[in-house]
């Protein structure tokens, strides 16, 4: 089953980076079942998966009012890419999970989503907050924290190269 949400109406960033790390965070729950269910899964790191954006938020195919998918690990080791959403929902339910996967949390850690969206557009200098200029423009990212280790980890980075 797939759900389609529109958050096209939300123009306050904080809200949508809070509705949407709301939804990320059903991902990572449904991440944590999987990974359960099946233990001989490869960590996301040696999984082979590559970061990639998704193709229909970006260039030629660039859907009007953009286009986010959260789909779940599984879905991201079929095709062999994520991205940086997709990614960091894996990391995260895995370092929930903990176990043989995570050899420096093998009971498991409670991390935590970090997402996050930035405007620009060609009208501010600096980051844009007017939410009625026509040239505006949103970027959204998501990383991981973690409990242990104060730094933000992004897999999308790593797995980019």
């Known amino acids: 089953m797939q759900f389609v949400v529109n958050l096209s109406h939300v123009s306050n960033d904080a809200r949508l980076a809070e509705l949407a790390h709301g939804l990320l965070e059903q ?10 269910a099946f233990p001989a899964l ?4 040696s999984s082979g998966v590559v970061f ?3 193709p229909w938020a970006i260039g030629p195919w660039r859907l009007m009012g953009g286009c986010e998918q959260f789909c779940h690990l599984l ?8 991205d940086c959403a997709q990614l960091c929902a894996w990391r995260v ?4 999970v903990g176990g043989w996967r995570v050899p420096e949390s ?3 850690e409670k991390s935590n989503l970090r997402y996050y969206v930035r405007s ?3 009208l501010c200098p600096e980051r844009c907050s007017n939410e009625t200029h026509p040239q505006r423009r949103r970027a959204y990212h998501v990383e991981v924290r973690r409990q242990k280790w104060p730094e933000i980890e992004d897999p999308s980075r790593r797995l980019s190269f």
């Open 93 to 96: 339910a895995e370092l929930r």
């Open 52 to 54: 990639r954006d998704e």
């Open 120 to 122: 620009t557009c060609p």
């Open 42 to 45: 490869p960590p996301l790191h």
């Open 106 to 108: 093998p009971a498991g």
């Open 75 to 82: 879905e991201v080791l079929r095709r062999g890419w994520g």
């Open 27 to 36: 991902v990572v729950s449904h991440n944590c079942d999987i990974l359960r």
